[in-house]
């Protein structure tokens, strides 16, 4: 497939009706780690048996409804700003953006809610995601996916251990649970290291934007659970949700504190200067982009007579990266060249509905 067209569409998950919190949580990631019974994990498997692993996934996709017409990517076909792109939406992982031997590969639905990395750390990471805190909604697809897979291919499996894995952490369940959660009020009033420290005593963990070995970006944090082995799915998913409503809550609280008559000015300072500078920059780096846009989400909080849509703001993070402008203007760019054009880019697709807006208003 065209990974330039792909760069042109909206992310498909993000236009979905969230379930809930989506103010505070942008998307909800169900993962479950999968291998073939009496294969070895990609790390010690030749090229030969890794093809192998894609081959059958591919012959399968097609008898599953959820799967029909999925795209199917091999990364040695694709470049590092294809690569960097299928990271950028959340399809792939930055380990897997970086392979440079073996088969490694994705495929992803048309809505890209549902993907299945192939030849990663374990023969298949399947995923899906949505908007908003919908973890329970999210486990009752991926499940019936799960288990139609299984059938067909037979997973490795053990009685007293569970799905078998190549990384211990994930034996077990094999399922990692996360949240993207914008949590600008916990950074503003120093509560956020507090918040990461005690999630570690309830066997989670803060991560960057991209996850694993990654850091956040625009006060954004990937909450996911940390232990697989000795609970069931639907324990895992029912204690992580009431953790992220928890945080949620905290979160909501910072920001009352700060949109107190005393303390307001803080919230809007940040969301005024990050609008200014959006609308009036001629450059800009995509972390310096992400914060500001992320501090935009504020909107409903701070003036609600500014016309913006939330959808569109969390389409830029994800889109105004550095593979989706590459891909968009389909040749490789410059730092200061994609600095140049992404500030464009966020004026077209944002600020011409702002200054409509305006002139309604005036005239």
């Not at 989506?22 to 990609?42: C, D, H, M, Q």
């Not at 409804?65 to 930055?94: G, T």
């Not at 299984?150 to 211990?168: I, V």
Request: glycine share 4%; proline share 3%; net charge neutral.
């Amino acid at each position: 497939m065209k990974l330039n067209e792909l760069a042109k569409k909206k992310i498909g998950w993000i236009e979905t009706e969230p379930k809930k919190n989506s103010g505070i949580v942008l998307s909800t990631r169900i993962r479950l780690a999968r291998n073939l019974y009496e294969k070895p994990f990609p790390g010690k498997a030749n090229k030969s048996i890794q093809i192998e692993v894609f081959d059958r996934l591919v012959d399968t996709i097609n008898e599953i409804p959820q799967l029909k017409n999925a795209f199917i990517v091999k990364l040695m076909e694709y470049d590092k700003i294809d690569r960097r792109l299928l990271m950028e939406r959340h399809l792939i992982s930055y380990e897997h953006a970086v392979k440079k031997e073996g088969e490694p590969g994705v495929i992803f639905t048309q809505d890209e809610k549902i993907s299945i990395m192939v030849n990663e750390e374990d023969h298949y990471r399947i995923q899906i995601i949505s908007s908003g805190l919908s973890s329970t909604y999210l486990w009752n697809i991926i499940s019936k996916i799960d288990d139609e897979l299984n059938k067909r291919l037979n997973f490795a499996f053990h009685k007293k251990f569970g799905f078998l894995t190549a990384c211990p952490t994930n034996v077990g369940s094999g399922l990692r649970v996360s949240c993207l959660m914008h949590l600008p009020a916990l950074v503003l009033t120093n509560e956020i290291d507090k918040l990461i420290h005690g999630l570690q005593k309830v066997n989670l963990s803060a991560r960057g934007f991209y996850g694993e070995g990654t850091k956040p970006i625009g006060d954004i944090f990937q909450i996911s659970n940390s232990v697989t082995l000795g609970k069931s799915e639907l324990e895992i998913i029912e204690n992580f949700e009431k953790i992220i409503l928890t945080i949620t809550k905290y979160e909501q609280e910072a920001r009352k504190k700060l949109l107190q008559k005393n303390t307001r000015y803080k919230l809007e300072d940040k969301f005024y200067r990050a609008y200014g500078t959006l609308l009036y920059s001629k450059e800009i780096d995509s972390e310096e982009a992400i914060l500001h846009l992320s501090r935009l989400r504020l909107w409903p909080e701070i003036d609600e007579n500014i016309n913006i849509e939330k959808k569109e703001v969390d389409q830029l993070i994800f889109t105004i990266q550095p593979g989706h402008l590459q891909e968009i203007v389909n040749k490789e760019l410059t730092p200061e060249e994609r600095d140049i054009i992404r500030s464009k880019f966020i004026k077209e697709k944002l600020f011409h509905m702002v200054e409509e807006a305006k002139d309604e208003q005036i005239h």
